[in-house]
């Protein structure tokens, strides 16, 4: 499956950005599909998750209760709603998807089999 994150750009701080994860030649609903993002200097760190069973979703401490996952297998597409963005959230993100089937979502980059190209995320404050 190839992936392809969207909806990456400059933000202030306080606002909301949309991405979306966009899949072709299999369809997402197969799969696990998770948020990575990576900062400068950083490593990759997961954002979150969802299972493609039952829709089971999974978030880092950091942005818990700020960022929603939702699914929509019929456009084949996994969205990550942002809200309520500041600089710390500033990095590339990526989506990345896993065959394997689970209770909840991976956080491991090791994890995920395939991954997109990410979409930049900026937040000036």
């Known amino acids: 499956v190839q992936l392809q994150a969207s909806g990456g750009g400059l933000v202030q701080a306080g606002g909301s950005l949309r991405l979306s994860c966009t899949a072709s030649g299999r369809t997402l609903s197969n799969y696990v599909v998770g948020w990575f993002r990576q900062a400068p200097g950083k490593e990759r760190e997961f954002v979150g998750g969802?299972?493609?069973?039952?829709?089971?979703?999974r978030y880092a401490d950091s942005v818990k209760g700020r960022f929603t996952i939702s699914r929509d297998n019929a456009k084949n597409t996994v969205d990550l709603q942002m809200n309520s963005l500041n600089a710390e959230d500033t990095a590339v993100y990526y989506c990345?998807?896993?065959?394997?089937?689970?209770?909840?979502?991976?956080?491991?980059?090791?994890?995920?089999?395939?991954w997109g190209q990410g979409t930049l995320v900026t937040v000036s404050s």
């Open positions: 969802i299972t493609w069973n039952y829709g089971v979703t």
């Open positions: 990345a998807a896993d065959p394997t089937w689970r209770v909840v979502p991976g956080t491991t980059t090791s994890s995920y089999d395939y």
